[in-house]
């Protein structure tokens, strides 16, 4: 079975960092795009960081420059590494990956950031 399991999330301090980690039951490259999605309180799921294979890394304005996504390819593994948080980052965030039209998502992982 295809799963995405997230692991991670925590409660930080304003401008503090944690790591997110997406370990998937398959290598990370069976997925095309996999990435992270966010969902704050009274908001839409938003995306948040994705890796395309062979294309360009896409970053969600609100983060760029300060979170970055990888993949250990020989873990299965996709990371976010989040620094210089924000309390507007406060949110479940969510592995993403689709296999060819199918999507799959992770149970989430909680994220809080303190003013």
């Known amino acids: 079975q295809v799963q995405l399991v997230e692991s991670g999330g925590g409660l930080v301090q304003a401008g503090g960092s944690l790591r997110l980690v997406c370990t998937a039951s398959?290598?990370?490259?069976?997925?095309?795009?996999i990435g992270w999605y966010r969902q704050a309180p009274g908001k839409e799921r938003e995306l948040v960081a994705q890796l395309r294979i062979g294309q360009n890394i896409n970053y969600a304005d609100s983060v760029k420059g300060r979170f970055t996504i990888s993949r250990d390819s020989a873990k299965n593994t996709v990371y976010l590494q989040m620094n210089s948080l924000k309390p507007e980052d406060t949110a479940v965030y969510y592995c993403?990956?689709?296999?060819?039209?199918?999507?799959?998502w992770g149970q989430g992982t909680q994220v809080t950031v303190s003013s």
């Open positions: 398959r290598s990370t490259f069976s997925f095309n795009p």
């Open positions: 993403n990956g689709r296999i060819l039209g199918s999507n799959y």
